[in-house]
């Protein structure tokens, strides 16, 4: 039996593959974004947020550790990995305008455009083919207690099991 020449790191797969997704665009149509993909744990997030221009943050893509990665020979799997996709808002907004100002126009397109290069990388397949959606309206830390950031979100919590294969990301049309 052989042994892998070099560990898959699922944080430069996931970088790699998430370079593929198109900019996502303010509500009014004015402004385009880059998402921004990080992972670590609330302490990791809080030092990033503190030392952050929020205008160059959101839309976030979140990898939040811990989480249990098992390696064989030419492949990695991961039974609960959890991605968070967050903008910054504000508390003022009822859900409703939220789901109009957020949900439909930044997270919910870019939760399809992640779960689209997933289908299309070539390297990447869900365990059940499923994806748990948790939606989180203007969620902080100062609203829940066991938030675990310092900035106001809403965000849509995304939990799956998935195999990263041995090999290169294909090249992604979106």
């Not at 593959?17 to 149509?29: I, Q």
């Not at 160059?56 to 249990?68: A, D, F, G, K, N």
């Not at 508390?91 to 789901?99: G, K, P, T």
């Amino acid at each position: 039996m052989g042994v892998q020449k070099e560990m898959i790191i699922v944080e430069d797969i996931l970088q790699e593959m998430f370079t593929y997704l198109p900019l996502s665009t303010s509500t009014d149509g004015s402004q385009d974004f880059a998402h921004k993909f990080l992972a670590g744990n609330e302490h990791e997030l809080n030092a990033f947020l503190k030392n952050s221009d929020t205008s160059e943050v959101y839309p976030l893509i979140w990898l939040t550790y811990p989480y249990s990665e098992e390696h064989e020979k030419t492949k990695v799997t991961i039974n609960n990995i959890n991605l968070v996709l967050a903008v910054a808002t504000n508390s003022s907004m009822m859900n409703d305008q939220r789901l109009l100002d957020t949900y439909k126009p930044i997270l919910i397109p870019l939760f399809e455009n992640i779960r689209m290069i997933f289908r299309r990388c070539g390297i990447f397949s869900l365990t059940d083919d499923k994806i748990k959606v948790i939606k989180f309206p203007n969620y902080s830390s100062e609203t829940n207690r066991a938030g675990i950031t310092i900035d106001r979100w809403d965000a849509l919590k995304l939990t799956f099991g998935c195999t990263i294969i041995n090999g290169c990301v294909k090249p992604i049309k979106i």
